[in-house]
């Protein structure tokens, strides 16, 4: 419905006070305020009044009034003019809040394609506890969380077996997960002796001075076998090949309230990585990025998943990764039947998240 504003008849400008009426309701503009060019509309005399139809220049700080609409009253405050919700302030508001909200990486998940078997080679060859199994027939699928401590305070592994299928295209984007051990070529030698494929013997990194080994799981999954003393958090990486390293150091800073612990180039061996995190790589999982010069795209085959990260609100950090450039694939709010709140997104290159929200996650270990 149009509305007016009844203003006296004063130059626009005045900077005397002016009398604003609305409806049934009068407000008092202060001095401060001037009408002069973002006022524009239909002017009409009556003795010594004037009635304005106003519309306002959005590039000036202070709008009156939008075409056909009168100011809120909730806009004035004492006699004042209160400022404009501002959308920018909100989504500031927003990524302000990701950094103090109470995050951690929780679990990977990615598929297998025989569930007792790889149990068996996690627990045996890499020293991994069985935490919990459940098996889900109406889904026709089963699962099994593995790791070295409690889920309320570790990052697992929750592998899922899917019915009828025992194999799994790796692609080329993924990389490996990374396991911290105090002696990599023992490690090394207990996989050899249990079966285990080892796919690069002990020795330091390409372009660094750790001692690292390489195997692979039954299903072609690679370990990184990284020698480090004793650490609170030994499965403590996974490692992701991105297009455009600066974008997700920004992606993950921003909406996942990541910090960027470590960046090392290599150009004699032509990548560069990033480590992301919520604490110390010595002591926590960290997200390891890997940038190959020149290549911007990866397959990411259908094998391995997503990451768990755990949240306070699941719906701001769903607002979160849309205002950073992110994708929600699965809106927030509760799982059907467990009534766990979750939401899923995508990153720049495709990686797939998902928040937990944190109280629902202790429900569901109880």
Not at 303 to 318: C, F, L, M, N, R
Not at 327 to 344: D, L, M, S
Request: aromatic share 10%; proline share 5%.
């Amino acid at each position: 419905m149009l509305r007016t504003v009844t203003v006296p008849s004063l130059s626009f400008s005045s900077s005397t006070h002016l009398k604003v009426s609305t409806q049934n309701t009068s407000y008092l503009a202060p001095h401060s305020l001037k009408l002069s060019s973002p006022l524009i509309g239909n002017i009409s005399k009556s003795n010594s009044t004037r009635t304005v139809t106003c519309d306002y220049n959005p590039s000036r700080r202070l709008a009156l009034l939008q075409l056909g609409t009168v100011i809120p009253q909730s806009q004035f405050l004492s006699g004042t003019l209160a400022p404009a919700r501002s959308s920018e302030v909100t989504d500031q508001n927003v990524l302000e809040w990701v950094k103090n909200d109470k995050r951690r990486m929780l679990h990977v998940v990615y598929n297998v394609g025989d569930l007792d078997k790889t149990i068996k080679f996690y627990t045996e060859c890499l020293g991994m506890k069985l935490l919990r199994r459940r098996d889900i027939p109406e889904d026709r699928y089963s699962n099994a969380f593995l790791g070295y401590g409690p889920e309320d305070t570790n990052f697992t592994v929750e592998l899922t077996y899917n019915y009828g299928v025992d194999k799994y295209d790796m692609g080329d984007g993924f990389g490996h997960f990374g396991i911290a051990v105090e002696d990599v070529a023992r490690t090394v030698d207990l996989v050899k002796a249990k079966g285990g494929k080892v796919t690069r013997e002990p020795g330091p990194v390409k372009g660094g001075s750790t001692m690292i080994a390489c195997v692979e799981d039954p299903n072609g999954y690679k370990f990184e076998l990284l020698e480090r003393g004793l650490t609170p958090e030994p499965l403590c990486q996974v490692m992701l090949r991105v297009g455009d390293l600066d974008r997700s150091i920004n992606f993950y800073k921003k909406s996942f309230g990541m910090e960027l612990l470590r960046r090392r180039d290599n150009p004699e061996y032509k990548y560069t990585i990033a480590l992301m995190g919520y604490g110390p790589e010595d002591k926590n999982a960290v997200l390891e990025l890997t940038y190959n010069y020149g290549i911007t795209e990866y397959n990411k085959g259908n094998g391995y998943t997503q990451i768990a990260i755990g949240t306070d609100d699941v719906y701001k950090s769903a607002e979160a990764v849309k205002l950073c450039g992110g994708k929600i694939i699965r809106e927030p709010g509760p799982i059907p039947v467990i009534n766990t709140k979750i939401t899923a997104c995508l990153d720049p290159d495709g990686w797939k998240s998902v928040f937990v929200d944190n109280v629902d996650f202790f429900k569901e270990l109880e």
